[in-house]
């Protein structure tokens, strides 16, 4: 691509973006998500804050993901996070949203930014955590089998999404070469951890030895998941990280400019619940001594 050629491309607005990822996806021009589209795009070039409320239909997610992606291709040393309250709204942006507003800039710049996907601690298992697990835990992981068909017939969306990882090893109850292995599903498959099992065999920062002294710190699926996050350009998060970010001196997510909140009417209760603390049964025990006699009433 010549230099006059790169020019032109990137002289596109973010208008020609969106109207190709819409029409990618079958849809249709709507003069609600053009305005919110307008807004976002002169918010991020002039460096300031911007409140938008669109109501359902409108197309909020292309309506950003748009002007924000343009932004990145003009910006190549420049990063954005997007945060959004649940998980679900998450992995509709990594599987349908993000893909075609990538396909969209592409085609209209030449150029794919890179994104990642970034979720809280309690979303990975620990592998030393999960190593030492009773076996009737490690019974709740998924085998291969299942695993390798559910990645077969779901959408993909990111590399890191393709793979599961070996943590269990080989069940040991009347097991031999013959029998699957079980995975674990990190937060990067298309698979949630088990009810119940997440606090169980995920470690809070408290709790968490670190990468360094960790026997398994170059495997950890939290500094990985971090790893390809630096690499990003676009990184999409959840209110209570962003919070925890806060709250931890940035340290939770990486460098950073523009920040997009998604479903931002949840913003206060979701940095209220990061920033609280429960006591509960469940908690004692994971911290007291291992043996350790606790008085019941």
């Known amino acids: 691509m010549t230099g006059a050629t ?37 918010s991020l070039e002039s460096d300031h804050h911007l409140l938008v409320q669109a109501g359902t239909g409108t197309g909020k997610s292309l309506g950003y993901l748009a002007p924000a992606l343009l932004w990145l291709v003009r910006n190549p040393s420049e990063r954005i996070v997007i945060a959004t309250a649940t998980l679900a709204l998450q992995r509709q942006l990594a599987t349908n949203d993000i893909p075609a507003a990538l396909d969209a ?13 970034l979720k809280g601690r309690t979303n990975y298992a620990c ?49 031999g070469p ?26 809070p920062v408290r709790e968490c030895l670190g990468a360094q002294r960790c026997p398994y710190g170059a495997e950890c699926f939290v500094e990985n998941s971090r790893d390809v996050a630096r690499a990003a350009d676009l990184v999409v998060t959840n209110h209570a990280l962003l919070a925890i970010n806060a709250m931890h001196g940035g340290t939770a ?45």
């Open 253 to 297: 997510l990486p460098e950073h400019g523009p920040v997009i909140i998604d479903e931002a009417h949840e913003l206060v209760s979701r940095v209220t619940s990061a920033a609280s603390a429960e006591l509960s049964p469940q908690l004692i025990e994971r911290v007291a001594p291992s043996g350790a006699d606790l008085p019941r009433r």
């Open 127 to 175: 592998m030393l955590r999960l190593r030492k697990a009773p076996l009737k835990i490690k019974e709740h992981l998924i085998s291969a089998g299942d695993l390798i068909e559910t990645m077969r017939t779901s959408p993909q969306a990111t590399p890191e999404s393709a793979l599961g990882v070996e943590v269990g090893g080989p069940p040991r109850m009347g097991g």
């Open 178 to 203: 013959g029998r699957a292995r079980r995975l674990w599903p990190t937060a990067t498959t298309p698979h949630p951890i088990p009810s119940g099992l997440g606090p169980r065999v995920s470690v």
């Open 6 to 42: 790169k020019a032109a491309r990137l002289a596109v607005g973010h208008r020609e973006v969106l109207e190709a990822a819409v029409r990618a996806i079958g849809g249709a021009e709507r003069a609600g998500q053009v305005e919110m589209a307008d807004a976002i795009a002169d």
């Open 105 to 117: 800039v592409e085609s209209v710049t030449g150029q794919r930014p890179r994104h990642a996907i």
